[in-house]
């Protein structure tokens, strides 16, 4: 029973163009969601996260958009670069949780 | 000054053998958590500790013991390896209430 889905595994985005990045969740308990970036080889990096009582947080080129409403989330990368190239997992739990629950992730290829 | 190390990076065994990894994190956080993303990618929690006491334990065979000798380390020890076990064991930390987890950068445990 996956509450967090992803459900594009993979993204190819040109350089320069906006990357979109989308997240459903079917637990309503949820009210806290993070994106986390994962590199071949290494562990996931805390990307960016948002809360329940907003609807957008943005920090430089990454924005997060929250649709409670739709149970979706999406991240919004722009301008997309080649080092943005990495598998995208998004988060979710209770705020303030040890247990937050993971999606599969996307793939981002981002092309010259 | 890494923030979160695991050892070994690579763990190659035969099925029924006992075999550890160590997790260390420097970061001063009191919560620690392992997860196991398995061949399909899933990302699933498996432990947490706050303090050195078991906070989390999900549904994970007790062939699989974690062990927290203080805040800073969180070991795992898995009995009578099979197969299935294969995969790539993260470790984590984050503060307590806190949502934002470190993680580590795996270990990939192969059963062969």
């Known amino acids: 029973d996956q509450q967090v889905k992803q459900n594009s595994p993979s993204l190819s985005v040109q350089e320069g163009r906006i990357s979109i990045l989308n997240c459903d969740y079917t637990n309503s308990m949820f009210d806290y969601f993070l994106w986390y970036k994962k590199y071949p080889a290494e562990g996931p990096t805390f990307l960016i996260s948002?809360?329940?009582?907003?609807d957008k947080n943005e920090d430089g080129r990454f924005t997060v958009f929250l649709n409670k409403s739709a149970k979706h989330l999406s991240l919004h990368i722009v301008p997309s670069q080649p080092g943005d190239s990495a598998v995208y997992f998004c988060?979710?739990?209770?705020?303030?949780?040890?247990?937050?629950?993971f999606g599969t992730g996307t793939r981002l290829q981002v092309f010259p | 000054d890494t923030a979160v190390s695991q050892t070994p990076k690579y763990l190659v065994t035969q099925m029924g053998n006992d075999k550890s990894i160590k997790c260390e994190q420097n970061?001063?956080?009191?919560?620690m958590y392992w997860y196991k993303q398995d061949s399909k990618k899933f990302l699933k929690i498996m432990f947490s500790?706050?303090?050195?006491?078991?906070?989390i334990n999900e549904t994970v065979p007790n062939r699989f013991s974690p062990k927290s000798p203080d805040k800073a380390h969180l070991n795992l020890h898995i009995n009578s390896l099979e197969l299935g076990d294969s995969a790539v064991y993260f470790c984590a930390s984050s503060q307590k209430g806190v949502s934002e987890q470190f993680f580590g950068p795996g270990t990939r445990l192969t059963v062969l």
């Open positions: 988060a979710a739990g209770p705020y303030n949780t040890d247990k937050l629950i």
């Open positions: 948002i809360s329940s009582i907003k």
């Open positions: 970061l001063g956080h009191d919560t």
């Open positions: 500790y706050n303090n050195k006491e078991l906070i």
